[in-house]
C-alpha cells in the first residue's frame, strides 16, 4: 500500500461518456475500487459530460454496463457535470470578482502560430496575449466573439502563496502552477473546464484520493492552485503509469485500444480479468509504461 494514504479513503472513477471503456480504463476504476473497498471507504462514479459535441447517452450506458460486468459497483447516486454548470459558474465568478480571470479570444491556430509561445507540461503555454486588453475593449469584444475564460496565473500564484500537494507514495510535492500558464477556466465550447470542474467536484464529493493517470500529473499544480484559491479541502494523490500498445502509444478511446465490451463479446472470464489486473498481468499485447 503506498505510504501516504489518506486514513479515510474516498476515490472516484471519472470517464468521459465519448467512447467505449478500455483495458486502461479498467485498470484505472479497479484500482480506485479496491483502495476505497480495502479502507472501508467509497467509490463513486463520476461523468464528466460537459463535451456536448462528443458526449453520447449511448456512451454513459456503456460505461456503467462495463463496469457492472467487471464486478464494480459504485456508492451513491452516479454524478454528472452537466447537472453542475451553477457551481462552475459561481466559482468562476467567484475568480472574476477576485480579478484573477480574463476572457480570452484567441484561437489554437493564434496559439500555436505565436513565436513567443513556450511549451510546458501540457504542451503550447498560452503567451498572455488577451491578458492585458482594456477593460473597455475586452466588453465590447465579450459582447462580438467567442471567448474563454482563462486565469492570470502570475497573480494568482502571487496571491496563494507557495502551495505543496500530498503525493501518496512520495509524500508532499511542491506545486508549480506556473509552469502551466494562464490555462483555461472555461471554455468557448462548454461553461467550464478540466482543471476547474473536476477540482470543485472532487471537493464536493469528499474524495480524498485521486487515482488517475501520470499522463495529468502536472494537473495536480493547477488543482491544488485553485483549492487554495477558493477554500477548497486538497485530496491525497496517486498517478500510475499508461497503459500502451504493441505500437508503444498509450490507450486511448480516439486511437483505439482493447474495449472493455470486445473482450466481453470474445467470452472473457471478468473474474480472471479482474485478477490479472490486480497483478499487473493485461491481454496480449497490452504493456505498462511507468515513465
Not at 478540466?194 to 477540482?199: D, F, G, K, V
Not at 500498445?245 to 474495449?259: F, H, S, V, Y
Request: proline fraction near 8%; glycine fraction near 10%.
Amino acid at each position: 500500500m503506498p505510504p501516504h494514504l489518506p486514513q479515510h479513503i474516498v476515490t472516484r472513477f471519472a470517464p468521459s461518456p465519448t467512447g467505449r471503456l478500455h483495458v486502461g480504463h479498467g485498470w484505472s476504476a479497479l484500482m480506485a475500487h479496491d483502495l476505497a473497498g480495502g479502507s472501508g471507504g467509497r467509490f463513486h462514479l463520476r461523468i464528466e459530460d460537459i463535451d456536448g459535441a462528443r458526449s453520447r447517452p449511448e456512451h454513459v450506458a456503456g460505461i456503467m454496463e462495463d463496469l457492472a460486468w467487471l464486478g464494480l459497483g459504485w456508492d451513491g447516486p452516479v454524478v454528472f457535470q452537466s447537472q453542475r454548470l451553477a457551481a462552475y459558474a459561481a466559482a468562476l465568478d467567484r475568480l472574476k470578482a477576485m480579478g484573477l480571470a480574463y476572457p480570452c479570444f484567441c484561437t489554437r491556430a493564434d496559439i500555436a502560430a505565436s513565436a513567443s509561445a513556450p511549451h510546458g507540461p501540457e504542451g503550447a503555454i498560452y503567451p498572455g496575449t488577451c491578458r492585458h486588453v482594456p477593460d473597455d475593449v475586452r466588453a465590447d469584444r465579450i459582447a462580438r466573439e467567442p471567448h474563454a475564460w482563462r486565469i492570470d496565473m502570475a497573480r494568482a500564484v502571487a496571491m496563494a502563496g507557495p502551495l505543496t500537494w500530498e503525493d501518496a507514495d512520495r509524500g508532499p510535492i511542491p506545486a508549480d502552477p506556473l509552469a502551466a500558464g494562464d490555462v483555461v477556466l472555461a471554455r468557448k465550447d462548454a461553461p467550464t473546464s478540466y482543471h476547474l470542474a473536476a477540482t470543485l467536484d472532487d471537493a464536493a464529493m469528499g474524495v480524498t484520493l485521486v487515482l488517475r493517470g501520470r499522463d495529468l500529473l502536472a494537473a495536480a499544480d493547477i488543482h491544488r492552485l485553485l483549492q487554495a484559491l477558493l477554500d477548497l479541502p486538497t485530496p491525497v494523490y496517486r498517478h500510475h503509469g499508461l497503459l500502451v500498445g504493441p505500437d508503444g502509444k498509450r490507450l486511448a478511446k480516439r486511437t483505439g485500444g482493447i474495449q472493455l465490451a470486445e473482450l466481453r463479446a470474445s467470452g472473457v472470464d471478468p473474474s480472471r480479468l479482474r485478477d490479472d489486473l490486480r497483478a499487473g498481468v493485461f491481454p496480449a499485447g497490452i504493456s505498462l509504461q511507468n515513465t
